[in-house]
């Protein structure tokens, strides 16, 4: 089964489809960002996430053999038609194998379809993978 990058909203949502104990999405996530040195704790995004949630919101996950294996937040940036990508995080066994850049880019097109028309990349490695594959500025 092929990287995915699904959208939520919540995080008991029904992305494990294998019977999964409750609240298993959110403990990966949790222990995806904890994890991860470049990240806050995954208490710290996930209450972010949470918050951002209740102002319609989202986070993918990039879910590869029923598994979290990447996360990145989709935040509103503030203005018309622009999001702020932030908290990106690949499980430690994907790091440094270009999911990251898959996954960012999975997420673009997604959010493009969607109206999208300009990106704002907090995250140093999600700037550097939205300046090596140009997708910070949409082409008229």
Not at 4 to 17: W, Y
Not at 49 to 55: A, I, L, N, T
């Amino acid at each position: 089964m092929p990287l995915e990058a699904i959208a939520i909203n919540r995080l008991d949502a029904p992305l494990i489809k294998k019977p999964a104990r409750e609240n298993e999405l959110s403990e990966r996530l949790h222990a995806l960002y904890d994890s991860d040195d470049e990240q806050p704790s995954g208490e710290e995004v996930l209450a972010v996430v949470e918050q951002g949630f209740k102002r319609g919101q989202t986070l993918y996950v990039g879910m590869f053999n029923d598994k979290p294996i990447a996360a990145v937040a989709c935040l509103d940036a503030g203005q018309t038609n622009a999001k702020q990508l932030q908290y990106l995080t690949v499980h430690a066994e994907n790091r440094k194998r270009a999911i990251d850049a898959k996954f960012i880019k999975m997420v673009y097109d997604i959010e493009v379809k969607k109206g999208v028309r300009e990106f704002i990349p907090i995250d140093t490695n999600i700037h550097r993978i939205m300046s090596e594959y140009e997708l910070l500025r949409l082409k008229d």
